[in-house]
């Protein structure tokens, strides 16, 4: 694991819980105005779904940078993953303490927070986000095959007919195909093998 793969962990765990304490009380508002109070004006809850998309876009954006991008995948992952397990696993007293971690300060009497940890569907996309982080990183982690292996024919700079230097030119006789000079176990100098031919020997008149 490289170092900018560490730091994209760590950071992946603070952007997940500031993704799932944002996204808690955008959710939490737009639930609110949307199926309690059935309000119809976008007005009331454009805001809101806007902000669940700039955080999903942010998130996203993140985590499409090569460098750190898996990182970030899989700290994200690992921190939605663990909580929402801890969330249904743990005793309720103590679930509710866990929850009070993703409110924001000042913001506590308002509800909301840790909201997307109750039901239980951020643990499918923490186990996604984690297997697919994790496995960028391997990825990541390989150095790059050099093109000449992945491609022989590839060289900079050649034209067609040219070799690189300590490249050997294709043969022009198939593996098995009599040669030149090469004369078959019994056959006399000088005679010619059943199926092979010379030079202007079909153009010499019989």
Not at 69 to 92: D, H, K, N, R, Y
């Amino acid at each position: 694991m490289t170092g900018k793969a560490v730091i994209g962990v760590v950071a992946g765990v603070l952007l997940g819980w500031l993704t799932v304490t944002l996204g808690s009380y955008a959710g939490n508002e737009l639930y609110i105005r949307r199926l309690q109070r059935f309000e119809d004006a976008q007005s009331e809850t454009l805001p809101w779904l806007l902000a669940l998309v700039a955080i999903g876009l942010v998130m996203g954006g993140l985590m499409s940078i090569r460098s750190f991008g898996s990182g970030v995948m899989a700290g994200t992952g690992l921190l939605m993953t663990v909580a929402g397990i801890a969330v249904q696993v743990l005793p309720l007293r103590t679930a509710v303490d866990l929850i009070k971690l993703f409110e924001l300060p000042g913001r506590e009497s308002r509800g909301g927070g840790g909201l997307l940890l109750i039901d239980g569907m951020l643990v499918i996309v923490g186990i996604l986000l984690l297997i697919t982080g994790v496995r960028r990183m391997v990825v990541d982690a390989k150095p790059p095959m050099p093109l000449a292996y992945r491609d022989p024919q590839a060289r900079p700079g050649l034209q067609p007919g040219q070799y690189h230097p300590g490249q050997q030119p294709p043969s022009q006789y198939q593996p098995g195909q009599y040669q030149p000079g090469q004369y078959h176990p019994g056959q006399h100098p000088g005679q010619q093998h059943p199926g092979q031919t010379f030079p202007g020997s079909q153009d010499r008149p019989h």
